[in-house]
């Protein structure tokens, strides 16, 4: 598409008529057909129906930059097919890669140069998907014994999510890129119409383990005679938010305890950017 083309498109969305030098005009790998980390997929059909629904949709940025009303608006799609590169599934890999734009202001400025520079590569994504399909026998919403991540008969048994019904968002994760991370999503039976399960993906995964990992760090800090080990094993029962009140608690300790502790704060900016991942 030429620049005129591309216009028309972003046109379709915008309140008045934006001219080339008022848009700033970006791409995004969406979501992809590879087997992720929690052994689920999107099939081939989903990326190309996921692609219809985002068309339209704004992507929202990290805490710093969503507050300040910044957000970018995807203005079409297309499912990209890289068949030299096969799946875990042994099938072609396939992304649906998104085409953004954000206005050319004075407050996108920093923005733009950030976009630009690299430095927010990864997207997370949230949808609904109406079905989840055994790749080993086909039976639907954990219906049959077979174990995700398991092989049988040479075969990786994971979960296909099929037949998206919307594209809530989709937003930035400002942490250094990682192949694949990101995706993350909300899976929602609609066939018995009041099950919601709340899917937590990898980076979600991540963030709570590094809060863990964080919370017992703190807690032997400032509590010598803490058996670590034991302490840890403790954390792996807690969710977030009793994890996110024990690691306030600590940390008030753990200032006290050390006046000028510079590593504490430094580990505070760069959670918050994995925090704005979970909370997709
Ligand atoms: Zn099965």
Not at 37 to 45: G, I, K, L
Not at 81 to 97: F, I, N, P, S
Not at 161 to 174: G, I, N, T
Not at 194 to 211: F, P
């Given at each position: 598409?030429d620049?005129?083309?591309?216009?028309?498109?972003?046109?379709?969305?915008?309140k008045t008529?934006?001219?080339?030098?008022q848009?700033?005009v970006?791409s995004?790998?969406?979501?992809d057909?590879?087997?992720?980390?929690?052994?689920?997929r999107?099939?081939?059909?989903?990326?190309?129906?996921?692609?219809?629904?985002?068309?339209?949709?704004?992507?929202?940025?990290?805490?710093?930059w969503s507050?300040?009303?910044?957000?970018?608006?995807?203005y079409r799609?297309?499912?990209?097919?890289e068949?030299a590169?096969?799946?875990?599934?042994g099938?072609?890999y396939?992304?649906?890669?998104?085409?953004?734009?954000?206005?050319?202001?004075?407050?996108?400025r920093d923005?733009?140069?950030e976009?630009?520079?690299?430095?927010?590569k990864?997207?997370?994504?949230?949808?609904s998907?109406a079905?989840?399909?055994?790749?080993?026998?086909?039976?639907e919403n954990?219906?049959?014994?077979h174990?995700?991540?398991?092989?049988y008969?040479?075969?990786?048994?994971?979960?296909?999510?099929?037949e998206?019904?919307d594209?809530?968002?989709w937003?930035?994760?400002a942490?250094p890129?990682?192949?694949?991370?990101g995706?993350?999503?909300r899976?929602?039976?609609?066939?018995?119409g009041?099950?919601v399960?709340?899917?937590?993906?990898a980076?979600?995964?991540?963030y709570?383990?590094?809060?863990?990992?964080?919370?017992?760090?703190?807690a032997?800090?400032?509590?010598?005679?803490l058996?670590?080990?034991?302490?840890?094993?403790a954390?792996?029962?807690?969710?977030?938010?009793?994890?996110?009140?024990?690691k306030?608690?600590?940390?008030?300790r753990?200032?006290?305890?050390?006046?000028?502790a510079?590593?504490?704060r430094r580990?505070d900016?760069?959670?918050?950017?994995?925090?704005?991942?979970?909370?997709?």
């Amino acid at each position: 598409m030429d620049i005129r083309e591309e216009l028309a498109c972003i046109n379709q969305f915008a309140k008045t008529e934006l001219t080339e030098e008022q848009v700033y005009v970006f791409s995004v790998r969406l979501c992809d057909n590879e087997v992720d980390r929690d052994f689920e997929r999107f099939d081939t059909a989903a990326l190309e129906r996921l692609g219809e629904l985002f068309v339209g949709k704004s992507g929202i940025f990290d805490h710093q930059w969503s507050a300040k009303g910044q957000t970018a608006r995807i203005y079409r799609t297309e499912v990209v097919r890289e068949e030299a590169m096969v799946t875990a599934a042994g099938d072609g890999y396939c992304w649906l890669k998104g085409w953004a734009y954000l206005l050319r202001t004075e407050k996108n400025r920093d923005l733009i140069a950030e976009i630009e520079g690299g430095i927010k590569k990864e997207v997370s994504v949230g949808c609904s998907m109406a079905r989840s399909v055994c790749s080993i026998c086909g039976a639907e919403n954990g219906a049959c014994g077979h174990v995700r991540g398991e092989t049988y008969d040479g075969r990786l048994c994971f979960t296909e999510l099929r037949e998206p019904q919307d594209a809530y968002e989709w937003s930035f994760v400002a942490v250094p890129a990682q192949r694949n991370a990101g995706v993350l999503k909300r899976f929602e039976q609609s066939g018995g119409g009041s099950a919601v399960l709340e899917k937590q993906a990898a980076l979600g995964r991540k963030y709570l383990t590094e809060l863990r990992r964080e919370v017992t760090r703190l807690a032997m800090l400032t509590d010598g005679d803490l058996d670590g080990q034991v302490f840890a094993k403790a954390m792996d029962r807690l969710e977030e938010p009793e994890l996110v009140e024990l690691k306030k608690a600590y940390e008030v300790r753990a200032a006290k305890k050390f006046p000028s502790a510079p590593q504490l704060r430094r580990k505070d900016a760069a959670e918050r950017s994995d925090e704005t991942v979970f909370l997709v």
